[in-house]
């Protein structure tokens, strides 16, 4: 095993972000509102989210202006609830917007926003923490990754919707789950328990005395096996947890699966 280093992302966000103009300028009317994972979000809802997303980071690294909150947040579920907020009442108001427009100004603001993004220097310490993770202060790296998992689970909300192809290639898959799986360590609360997760054809890791690491430890207490698919569902939040289970293979002490299951690389 190798301590999992930093995930640098910032070359996949251009090339992540033509993919999105090119799948959204591919939809046709039917396909905008087609349901999603997204709870009751549907393809268009999503859209206005990567957008609002887009927009919230070009403010803030650019201009340097921020909202803010509009209740004290004094723990993870006010976090939560304060996002809920700023969410839905964009997608409620970008419902008055036509499809066109709203591909016209993502690929505008999200080439910007990403350009905002790489601009970053990596190990400076990051204005907003990866709170998932269980993390107070985060390096830009791993801000930054956050950011690019964003954009690419809410991408595969909307190609998973319409029937597209979903990228899982592992050029976009490893560097996702490298940053995903950090949220392990704070899912399984310090516990020194030692956990293999196998993703065939992807990669391997292992969650050994709270830190996560590359390879497959040999004195591990439980083996997960997942395909790649089923990996990033479970730790965004896109799977129900019955099929997850059923999904899932499971070598050793079946109970110390309880907190993967529970994992997520979101905010929920």
């Not at 992540?16 to 999603?36: Q, V, Y």
């Not at 993502?106 to 601009?119: C, K, L, P």
Request: charged share 25%; glycine share 6%; hydrophobic share 45%.
């Amino acid at each position: 095993m190798e301590p999992l280093p930093p995930t640098d992302t910032r070359a996949l966000f251009h090339p992540l972000h033509r993919e999105l103009i090119a799948l959204l300028r591919g939809l046709s009317d039917d396909d905008w509102m087609k349901p999603t994972v997204a709870g009751a979000w549907r393809v268009r809802d999503v859209v206005a989210h990567l957008l609002d997303t887009d927009l919230r980071r070009l403010s803030s690294l650019r201009d340097h202006f921020g909202e803010a909150p509009d209740a004290p947040i004094d723990a993870y579920g006010d976090l939560v609830a304060f996002l809920n907020r700023l969410n839905a009442s964009w997608v409620a108001a970008m419902r008055r917007l036509s499809p066109r427009l709203l591909v016209d100004m993502q690929e505008r603001f999200g080439t910007e926003a990403a350009d905002a993004v790489i601009a970053l220097p990596p190990d400076e310490e990051a204005s907003f923490s990866v709170a998932w993770a269980g993390e107070a202060r985060s390096a830009n790296w791993f801000d930054v990754g956050r950011e690019y998992t964003e954009r690419w689970h809410h991408q595969m909300q909307i190609r998973d919707a319409v029937g597209a192809p979903l990228l899982l290639d592992a050029e976009w898959l490893v560097p996702l789950l490298e940053l995903s799986l950090r949220a392990l360590p704070h899912a399984y609360g310090g516990s020194r328990a030692c956990v293999v997760f196998d993703v065939p054809q992807v990669g391997v890791w292992s969650l050994r005395d709270a830190a996560v690491y590359r390879g497959a430890a040999t004195d591990a207490e439980l083996r997960v096996t997942l395909d790649g698919d089923t990996a990033w569902r479970l730790l965004y939040n896109a799977l129900p947890e019955q099929e997850a289970r059923e999904r899932v293979t499971l070598h050793g002490d079946a109970s110390l699966a309880e907190p993967l299951f529970r994992a997520r690389s979101v905010m929920v």
